[in-house]
């Protein structure tokens, strides 16, 4: 906790000063281009992987980057969602799913979720990516399986996330797109998700 009071007494004095404008200008109104909705792991730092800061990211996470199907049950992930796309109006809306994620590693082997009723009843949401698996990479070694898993879910994913009312309305006035990433921690690299080659590709090319 120290170190989050040190830090937060940085930003005071010296972040806060010289940005005052811009946290002036965001102080009661923001409008995101882009809804983020990514895993609740800590490693996954949208602002410093995208260079992106205050204002820029509508973001909302949970375990596995879960979009629970559209239905009648409320959820914190879905309500979100419907507030970006109808209210703010974003133009992009990013599922981003990451390596080594634990709760894909929990879905591919259940067994230590016996004592965790609620994180074992939240994983049933991921069960459709056992359906959409992506090819092995070789590259990927031991982590191949669970690599090609996690593609799986944000594929999974991303279908819940284009059945959400807002989003289905949106995408068919051509006011909203849809992408779904993986973000590799150990290489820093994202890849997207090309719907129409139904692979996943890097997101930047190397020249
Ligand atoms: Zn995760």
């Known amino acids: 906790m120290d170190r989050l009071i040190e830090g937060h007494k940085k930003f005071l004095a010296r972040v806060f000063p010289r940005r005052r404008k811009e946290f002036h200008l965001l102080a009661d109104s923001q409008a995101p281009e882009c809804l983020f909705i990514t895993c609740s792991d800590s490693r996954i730092v949208p602002d410093l992987i995208l260079g992106t800061g205050p204002g820029d990211l509508f973001i909302t996470r949970n375990a596995g980057n879960v979009v629970p199907i559209a239905g009648n049950d409320v959820d914190g992930c879905t309500a979100t969602i419907e507030y970006a796309v109808e209210v703010l109006k974003v133009k992009h809306a990013i599922l981003c799913g990451h390596s080594d994620c634990g709760a894909m ?103």
């Open 105 to 207: 590693k929990a879905a591919l082997d259940r067994r230590g979720l016996e004592a965790l009723p609620k994180a074992s009843r939240w994983l049933q949401h991921v069960e459709a990516a056992f359906s959409h698996r992506q090819p092995l990479k070789a590259a990927e070694g031991p982590n191949a399986e669970l690599a090609s898993l996690i593609r799986g879910n944000v594929v999974a994913q991303l279908k819940n996330l284009c059945a959400q009312p807002s989003v289905a309305r949106a995408k068919s006035e051509g006011r909203l797109a849809v992408h779904g990433w993986y973000y590799d921690i150990l290489t820093g690299r994202i890849e997207r998700y090309d719907e129409r080659l139904r692979r996943f590709l890097p997101l930047v090319t190397e020249k």
